[in-house]
């Protein structure tokens, strides 16, 4: 993790800590609205329900994983997690069954957007629960339960969908009528806004578009969209560069690549979220060019925002986690911190 992004959350720790240094002590049972912690273990008996989103090692999850447990750990929040293959059916299914556990919070990736899961929101709400979202947006329930609690800590996707492909498009040296392939989720609601600003910002610069939205079975296993990619590039061998709005499957590049029989540089590759496997593709040439969400933050924050407003009462942040780009002249930098499951 950058030294920036350390002093951010030593900050955010020593300040809640200064909090508690004023007030008397509370008991090891969860503290009742108002009530002032202890210094160590200050969130101690809040139960949180964290969603991080795909299967359990997952490229994306894991370090998302990686950032509730941190801050669970620092707080002393009690969390239990639920893994949900990125499927947003099975989000808003497991959504109502940790809403009958009775949580003090939840914190969930939003990609089943506001029409699905606000009702549910509303369910939980009613009944003192705080809910907050990670990842992906919920702007209608943020609004309506921002002064209890709501959150948000990830992009602004359709900015960073937009900022990927400029950046992309300005790095490959593409030029108007060259041929990109578009690999993303554009059907999902709230989700698709980064796919849609990936697709505004190459219709902007002239690109022609070849589109292939990601089936749920790809979404939930990114190594099964090998005949996929190499059925497209074989029907398009027109295509330059390739741009992949999903971690997993940016972080599969160089297998597609090679499937596809591609060699490191035959064409310029662009996605979302850095990995372990996007470094050693990054470093092999296969992979030119990533944002980086830095997504530990996102579980860090979603368990910070619920323990910082059941014990204090703090209304809902907004936390803009993605920070910039990851390519050959920052990698090696950032790859330690990358493989070690905190980028």
């Not at 027109?238 to 591609?262: C, P, R, Y």
């Not at 014990?311 to 390519?327: D, E, K, P």
Request: glycine content about 12%; charged content about 15%; some cysteine.
């Amino acid at each position: 993790m950058s030294k920036k992004v350390l002093r951010g959350i030593t900050l955010l720790a020593l300040f809640a800590l200064a909090l508690s240094a004023c007030a008397p002590a509370a008991t090891a049972s969860a503290p009742a609205a108002g009530a002032a912690p202890t210094k160590a273990g200050w969130c101690s008996g809040v139960k949180i329900v964290l969603f991080p989103g795909g299967t359990p090692g997952g490229g994306f999850e894991e370090v998302v994983y990686n950032g509730a447990l941190q801050a669970a750990k620092d707080t002393g929040a009690n969390v239990q997690y639920v893994w949900s293959d990125w499927d947003p059916s099975k989000m808003t299914t497991q959504f109502q069954q940790a809403v009958a556990t009775k949580p003090d919070g939840i914190a969930i990736m939003g990609h089943p957007g506001d029409t699905a899961f606000d009702p549910l929101i509303d369910t939980a709400e009613s009944q003192g629960i705080i809910v907050t979202s990670m990842n992906t947006p919920l702007p209608l329930a943020q609004a309506k339960y921002a002064g209890e609690g709501f959150g948000y800590a990830g992009a602004d996707l359709y900015q960073a969908g937009y900022s990927l492909a400029q950046e992309a498009v300005k790095e490959s040296g593409l030029k108007s009528g060259d041929t990109a392939f578009v690999w993303g989720l554009k059907a999902q609601a709230g989700r698709g806004e980064r796919t849609i600003g990936i697709l505004d910002a190459l219709q902007k610069a002239g690109i022609t578009v070849v589109y292939q939205e990601i089936s749920d079975a790809i979404n939930a296993n990114a190594s099964l969209g090998v005949p996929v990619f190499t059925g497209i590039m074989s029907a398009h061998p027109e295509i330059k560069m390739v741009i992949t709005d999903h971690g997993d499957i940016t972080g599969t590049i160089q297998t597609f690549l090679q499937a596809a029989n591609k060699k490191p540089g035959d064409v310029f590759a662009a996605g979302f979220d850095i990995s372990g496997n996007g470094v050693t593709a990054i470093q092999g040439g296969w992979l030119q060019l990533v944002i980086d969400q830095q997504q530990y933050l996102q579980g860090y924050f979603g368990v910070l925002q619920i323990c910082l407003s059941k014990v204090y009462q703090f209304g809902g942040l907004n936390i803009n986690t993605a920070a910039g780009f990851v390519n050959k002249s920052n990698v090696d930098a950032l790859a330690p911190l990358i493989k070690a499951g905190d980028r």
